[in-house]
């Protein structure tokens, strides 16, 4: 599903630093979440200073990511809903570096320009 914080096609957006976001009311079940990524990759820039994409797979481990929440509800209510599936059946090795952070003093998520052709490698 296409959000707003990530709405162009064939990248992922990476912010050096978080912006504030909310999810519209819907039907399906959704809590803002960010994942932090501890790299020494350089990607590649945008038109806003601190915004990258980056158009390949990230793989991602319990020692180099974190998940942060921007509340209690929503990280139980993930977790809680986490606990069936079987594609989230790791979840317990990331227990430590999931987090609720409190993100009110944030800067509005800016208007990002990046067309890029899906890569075929």
């Not at 912006?19 to 590649?44: A, G, N, W, Y």
């Not at 790791?90 to 987090?99: A, D, G, S």
């Amino acid at each position: 599903m296409t959000i707003p914080e990530n709405g162009i096609e064939n990248v992922t957006l990476l912010y050096e630093k978080p912006f504030v976001f909310s999810r519209p009311k819907s039907d399906v079940e959704d809590h803002p979440m960010l994942i932090e990524l501890q790299t020494d990759i350089d990607f590649h820039p945008t038109n806003v200073d601190g915004v990258y994409y980056c158009d390949y797979t990230i793989y991602l481990d319990p020692w180099n990511t974190s998940f942060i929440f921007f509340d209690e509800n929503a990280l139980r209510t993930t977790l809680s809903m986490s606990d069936s599936s079987l594609e989230t059946k790791l979840v317990n090795l990331y227990r430590k570096k999931i987090f609720v952070r409190d993100f009110s003093n944030m800067h509005p998520t800016p208007q990002i320009k990046v067309e890029v052709e899906l890569s075929n490698s």
